[in-house]
């Protein structure tokens, strides 16, 4: 559960999707039953089901960089529960020897193979595969920000909750290892129904992952990452020049899709050990912004770095500290359009003062007893919406995280 609230801001105008300048709070709630048969040592089925309640400051809208990954983007979904995973995960040995693997809710082993190939298909969470690490990916323990938890940049396959159905293919050796995966695109944008035609749309996604050393005795993880969309998407640009040609009274970019356009951008996650239980990262992500933000959040470019401390040294080790910062940009269609009254499925103040949207944030996860945690939650937001008019916006909130 995350309660989150933030007092009255500047803000001399809005729009339908703006950040709301008056003082408002809200409580979201996430629960999920993860179920695993573990048939034998290299096959196992996974099957989650998940139920959402409350709601997000305005309702998730307004912000690039959302304050709440646990929050849907769409209220009107209800709080009935459904199916967020179901997958089969095989595991081929390419070698006898074995490394120990912590059991979590993706994965079942104790060990694994030190070299192997792994498959997955069914429904999950591009996000679960791709692009995560250490520090900045799990928003019920560690930082809840969308752009810091995840790369703004990465428009990755999914379903108004977040997920997808398709495969995942990748190997895994000491040193090095890449994954591959062909996911489901809404049929609209921020849509809770797939597109099950793969002939008009889908999403590949390519990713490495090095581990050199760079520092003796210390994990170093790099993550390049490429992806390309296939959707009924649209143009902005397109939008742009029917509005001002006087062919559609205010800029749609919902009226000028095409199926089968093409989306492609690109992504690195760094993530460093450091000497006094501290763990560092950074994620750099672009996208082309020519069409339109379709499944993720209205990002174009990015950059989020961080950093988290376990309590050791101050005698609680299970607790954690944490601190982040992300900015984010978009391309100069998508900021135009915005400028001239467009909106997005997230944004659209009616006008825009464009700046870089800014976002600090810092927590303290406190270990209270075996799987319960609470946490302070504090951020800082210039230009929400990528504009200078409004705000800054200061946001407050706490955590209760149980697990068992």
């Known amino acids: 559960m995350i309660f ?9 105008y809005s729009g339908p999707n703006s950040f709301k300048g008056d003082s408002e709070h809200a409580l979201s709630r996430v629960a999920t039953l993860y179920l695993g048969w573990q048939a034998t040592h290299t096959t196992e089925f996974l099957f989650d089901v998940e139920e959402t309640g409350g709601r997000g400051l305005s309702d998730a809208f307004g912000l690039a960089g959302f304050t709440n990954l646990d929050v849907v983007r769409n209220p009107d979904l209800g709080s009935a529960p459904y199916l967020a995973r179901v997958m089969l995960h095989q ?3 390419l070698t006898e020897k074995q490394v120990e693997a912590e059991r979590n809710f993706l994965s079942l082993a104790t060990s694994l193979p030190e070299k192997r190939l792994e498959f997955r298909i069914g429904k999950f969470g591009t996000a679960d595969f791709f692009d995560i690490n250490e520090v900045g990916t799990d928003s019920h323990l560690q930082f809840t920000n969308w752009t810091i938890d995840n790369n703004g ?11 997808s159905y398709g495969a995942i293919v990748e190997y895994q050796s000491p040193r090095w290892g890449v994954r591959f995966g062909e996911m489901l695109m809404p049929k609209v944008a921020n849509g809770i129904d797939l597109d099950f035609n793969l002939r008009r749309a889908k999403a590949e996604n390519l990713e490495f992952e090095l581990r050199p050393t760079l520092i003796r005795g210390r994990k170093t993880t790099i993550k390049p990452l490429a992806y390309l969309n296939h959707a ?16 559609d009274s205010t800029p749609d970019v919902t009226a000028h899709r095409h199926q089968g356009t093409l989306k492609q951008g690109f992504g690195l996650n760094f993530e460093q050990e450091l000497p006094a239980s501290v763990r560092a990262y950074f994620r750099i992500g672009w996208n082309e912004g020519k069409h339109e933000s379709f499944a993720y959040t209205e990002v174009n470019s990015t950059f989020a770095a961080g950093a988290d401390m376990s309590g050791e040294r101050w005698g609680r080790k299970f607790d954690r500290v944490g601190l982040a910062g992300a900015t984010n940009g978009l391309s100069q269609d998508h900021k135009e359009y915005l400028a001239l009254g467009g909106q997005g499925f997230l944004l659209g103040d009616g006008r825009l003062n464009y700046g870089r949207e800014k976002i600090l944030e810092s927590y303290y996860n406190v270990h209270v007893w075996r799987g319960v945690y609470l946490a302070a939650l504090l951020q800082y937001i210039t230009s929400p919406g990528y504009n200078r008019d409004r705000g800054p916006a200061i946001v407050p909130g706490s955590r209760l995280h149980v697990d068992f």
Do not use: K, V, W
């Open 91 to 93: 595991i081929i040995p």
């Open 4 to 12: 989150q609230a933030h007092p009255p801001f500047h803000a001399p």
């Open 153 to 163: 940049g990465y428009d990755y396959a999914a379903d108004t909750r977040g997920y």
């Open 232 to 247: 009924n998407m649209g143009s902005y640009r397109e939008a742009i020049n029917a509005f001002l040609s006087s062919r």
